[in-house]
């Protein structure tokens, strides 16, 4: 059977690098969703002085192009700083391994982004962010994007469960349209927070469950 990968792809499917979960990661992001096909999470470890990446992991629901990349991408960024590792590019991990089909190529973008989405998480959980922009209602909406509603294996906001954002004073209020005695209601809500609270200038994330009619829950 011919395969559309060449043997670089195919080492690295079959023989990945670097899989796995990391326990309490420095920084840690989840891009993509299994209902569109491929998802990847990227774990890192980083050197508090050195800003070196000392390890590094990834989880991957997808095809081959997905766990090459995300093998490739990890072993590319392992030893570099958090600088040197943001300059990583979609194409530079795909000539590393060789080429990948065009209809592929999301795949390679998709494991740049883990790793670049890691980083911003470390650098937020620390205080590194230098360039400091006010949170806006857009701000939430992109972050939420990222907050994968269990019920369909989408993002929360494509599915239309994020009923209301607004931010007020540092204050980020989220509406749910869902009751908080929903099954999926606390896992929601915990990664919801987990990704605003981060944010430099909000100081309270609210999350309110208004039923998926708006009216409230009994």
């Not at 796995?20 to 569109?36: F, L, M, R």
């Not at 979609?90 to 990948?100: C, N």
């Amino acid at each position: 059977m011919k395969f559309p990968y060449n043997e670089v792809i195919l080492e690295h499917f079959r023989n990945p690098k670097n899989v796995g979960k990391i326990d309490n990661p420095d920084g840690k992001s989840v891009e993509g969703s299994p209902a569109c096909g491929d998802m990847v999470a990227v774990y890192i470890k980083v050197d508090s002085g050195t800003k070196v990446i000392t390890d590094v992991k990834f989880e991957s629901y997808g095809c081959a192009s997905n766990i090459a990349t995300g093998s490739i991408i990890t072993e590319m960024a392992k030893g570099k700083t958090i600088e040197e590792a943001k300059k990583i590019s979609w194409k530079q991990a795909s000539e590393a391994l060789g080429g990948l089909p065009p209809v592929k190529v999301h795949c390679s973008v998709l494991a740049v982004e883990g790793l670049r989405e890691a980083i911003r998480d470390y650098e937020e959980r620390h205080g590194l962010i230098t360039k400091k922009e006010p949170t806006t209602r857009d701000v939430i909406i992109k972050r939420l994007r990222h907050v994968m509603n269990p019920l369909t294996g989408l993002d929360v906001v494509r599915t239309k469960l994020i009923s209301d954002v607004s931010v007020n004073d540092g204050t980020a209020t989220i509406k749910i349209a869902l009751c908080d005695d929903h099954p999926y209601a606390n896992a929601i809500k915990d990664d919801v927070i987990e990704r605003i609270e981060r944010l430099w200038d909000i100081n309270k994330v609210e999350v309110i469950f208004e039923g998926e009619d708006g009216n409230g829950c009994r």
